[in-house]
């Protein structure tokens, strides 16, 4: 089950959380209570093993909701504080998606199908290229027959403005959330 705090409750100076993964787990709740109790400005903490919640008192000149439920996340290992009627979110896997089975036997016909392009072309010619110049003179040859340069659909020009911006932008994309976990280098560090 995935630990998440709860605000269920807030008004001055009284909060309750909630904590469905510590329902009847009357050992967690009663550490994680003394937790709660040792922050500055906590007048009093009452732990509910039943229903896995919490009712704190406190002083707000001291001490407000969301550093109660962040100390209670804490805590307790749990992945996130929501408010009352939100969920959590999933952890997001680390790397791409698995691919589908339909996904993986089409990329796996296509492969095959490249392979045994390239052994009859003794390496000259591959797939992508062949369809490259089979799309190109298709095109000429529309353009050939009806003497004019018809006006791609709008749909072509959403594909083509996608392709371009995963082509351009893919690399960078897929590095956006692996930034925010490196270290520094080891000369960036201080030493002593």
């Known amino acids: 089950m995935v630990r998440y705090v709860e605000i269920a409750h807030a008004i001055q100076g009284r909060l309750r959380l909630r904590v469905p993964a510590l329902r ?16 500055p400005g906590v007048v009093e903490v009452r732990g509910h093993p039943f229903t896995g919640s919490f009712l704190v008192l406190y002083d707000e000149r001291h001490l407000d909701a969301e550093r109660i439920g962040e100390a209670l996340r804490e805590a307790i290992g749990a992945s996130a504080v929501v408010r009352r ?79 371009g911006f995963m082509a351009l932008e893919g690399e960078a994309l897929s590095r956006v959330d692996g930034e925010t976990d490196t270290q520094p280098e080891e000369s960036d560090k201080t030493t002593n």
């Open 24 to 39: 009847r787990r009357e050992a967690e709740v009663t550490a994680a209570a003394r937790v709660l109790a040792a922050l």
């Open 85 to 163: 009627g939100e969920r959590p979110r999933s952890p997001r896997p680390k790397g791409p998606a698995p691919p589908s089975a339909v996904g993986k036997a089409m990329a796996l016909a296509f492969r095959d199908l490249n392979h045994d392009l390239l052994a009859a072309t003794e390496g000259s010619i591959d797939l992508g290229a062949l369809l490259t110049l089979a799309f190109a003179t298709f095109g000429a040859g529309e353009v050939v027959a009806m003497r004019k340069l018809p006006v791609p659909p709008w749909f072509n020009f959403a594909w083509w403005g996608f392709q």
